[in-house]
């Protein structure tokens, strides 16, 4: 077990690390029942932008038993319109429909969905946002967990890039709210220890889910009104 699971760990092939137990399971019936049987080879979840491979996911689930689980979820931005200005007659031939303000809305996408009834195992949430640009899957919101209790959750990371952060400039209107992941506001989580954070400020967690925290690294370069 600790060979194939050293194997798995270091495959150079791209794709999400349940892929590669699919592959390693393939080589031989021998292997098959071994890697098939063994819940360690399935609990670390991860998915391809755009396209999440949710049969992978529900296979993932079904085959790591009730073991904790280790997520990463796909996070993209996407712009929200929140108004129509108004202009004037002498500029309509400029902005026929008016000028639209928009904010920064924060989602995942379907494997959110097929994971959120198992948050009771989830151990450790890693949040990879990626790079803006056309969502080509279907966007599932952060509401679909709220109100949700971790009892497991013991690790919380955010990653994003100076790219998606640069790219906040084409929102016309500040969403402070999505970016300091205001969704996070009615997540129960008891057991956190560990935030590690960068450009993103989960500001809205609960006192009580900072109780057991011994671990905070914290990267907010281009956040300069966060204290």
């Not at 491979?53 to 085959?63: A, T």
């Amino acid at each position: 077990v600790q060979i194939f699971s050293i194997a798995i760990d270091s495959s150079t092939r791209k794709g999400p690390r349940i892929l590669h137990s699919v592959r390693l399971s393939h080589v031989c019936r021998h292997f098959w029942n071994i890697i098939t049987t063994t819940p360690l080879f399935w609990t670390k979840i991860s998915t391809t932008p755009h396209a999440p491979e949710i049969g992978l996911v529900e296979l993932s689930l079904q085959r790591s038993s009730d073991c904790p689980l280790d997520i990463s979820l796909n996070t993209y931005t996407l712009p929200i319109k929140v108004r129509t200005i108004q202009v004037p007659p002498e500029v309509q031939a400029i902005f026929p429909t008016g000028i639209h303000e928009f904010v920064e809305g924060i989602c995942s996408d379907q494997a959110l969905s097929t994971l959120a009834l198992h948050t009771h195992r989830w151990r450790s949430l890693h949040l990879n946002f990626i790079t803006p640009g056309d969502i080509r899957t279907t966007p599932v919101p952060f509401k679909t967990i709220e109100n949700s209790v971790f009892p497991m959750l013991e690790i919380l990371s955010t990653y994003r890039d100076d790219a998606v952060s640069i790219a906040e400039g084409k929102f016309l209107v500040n969403n402070v709210e999505n970016r300091q992941m205001d969704f996070t506001s009615s997540w129960n989580t008891p057991v956190l220890r560990s935030l590690v954070l960068r450009e993103c400020f989960p500001h809205s967690l609960r006192e009580s889910s900072l109780a057991l925290i011994t671990t905070a690294e914290v990267n907010l370069s281009r956040f300069s009104d966060v204290v």
